[in-house]
Nanobody, 117 residues
Framework: QIQLVESGGGLVQPGGSLRLSCAAS????????MDWYRQAPGKERELVAG????????NYVDSVKGRFTISRDNDKNTVYLQMNSLKPEETAVYYC??????????WGQGTQVTVSS
């Protein structure tokens, strides 16, 4: 079955960096666009970044442009989110996501990112 497993979250000070990873299995990873979303307490889940199947093009929400970088390793079936200059308001659970078409949407369990001094 399709599985997405995030890791790399934690507590970081404002201005700090974290690198999230999402290990995928159960589908042809290299054939699909992959996304990262986040959900802060009391807020709706929002799209943060996405990357094309070939890893060439990353797309970002305006608020993270220039600070976050999405990448992928199709040989390792893994997508990454490098987050720099983190802000307290970016405290959230970060989720990996894939839309597979006929098989539908799949989400990871999420990884908590807390930005606090």
């Amino acid at each position: 079955q399709i599985q997405l497993v995030e890791s790399g979250g934690g507590l970081v000070q404002p201005g700090g960096s974290l690198r999230l990873s999402c290990a995928a299995s159960g589908f042809n990873f290299r054939g699909y666009y992959m996304d990262w979303y986040r959900q802060a307490p009391g807020k709706e889940r929002e799209l943060v970044a996405g990357i094309t199947s070939d890893g060439v093009t990353g797309n970002y929400v305006d608020s993270v442009k220039g600070r976050f970088t999405i990448s992928r390793d199709n040989d390792k079936n893994t997508v990454y989110l490098q987050m720099n200059s983190l802000k307290p308001e970016e405290t959230a659970v970060y989720y990996c996501h894939v839309y597979t078409g006929a098989r539908g949407d799949y989400w990871g369990q999420g990884t908590q990112v807390t930005v606090s001094s």
